[in-house]
């Protein structure tokens, strides 16, 4: 029998390492996750196309720029007000404050700043605008069975209203 390898509807387990681009590791995962390639959408498509093919083992590197993972920072998800007008419980670095706007659609925004009687929340992906190397390492490979296939393309048919 021979070795199983990354290829649709097979679900994939990995472990990762994040970098910037002065390679510091800025995020690292030693527990496997997985996803079911090619049909849950979990993946960015650069990454996912980088692992097509690869078998248990294998390492993959992948440098994704801010348009091809975590997008572009948007000056509209900052916010910086008077300290006084910020309950205390979130007036600390790093602090994270839950907003929801009239559509119900919710924003976590993270206290990056306080000076000058001044704080700024940001509403950004810490790693919006930034160019992010990942390197994943494939635990394991099977088959997804009839019931995780179809949870995920019903997943990913509501993520994405442009699949018919």
């Not at 196309?49 to 083992?57: C, D, N, S, V």
């Not at 091809?68 to 000056?75: H, I, T």
């Amino acid at each position: 029998m021979s070795e199983p390898r990354v290829e649709k509807q097979k679900v994939v387990s990995f472990v990762y390492m994040i970098f910037d681009d002065e390679g510091h590791l800025q995020e690292q995962s030693d527990l496997p996750m997985s996803y079911i390639h090619g049909i849950d959408g979990k993946m960015f498509p650069k990454v996912e196309l980088e692992m097509e093919g690869k078998k248990i083992g294998d390492m993959v590197e992948v440098t994704l720029e801010p348009a091809e993972a975590f997008g572009e920072r948007d000056p509209s998800l900052t916010f910086t007000d008077s300290v006084e007008n910020v309950p205390e419980e979130f007036q600390h670095l790093g602090a994270e404050a839950t907003f929801e706007n009239d559509m119900g659609e919710q924003v976590t925004m993270v206290v990056t700043n306080i000076a000058d009687g001044m704080i700024t929340l940001d509403g950004n992906h810490p790693y919006a605008g930034r160019r992010m190397t990942f390197k994943i390492t494939i635990k394991d490979i099977r088959e997804a069975t009839e019931d995780e296939v179809g949870r995920a393309t019903l997943v990913e048919m509501q993520a994405s209203p442009n699949i018919h």
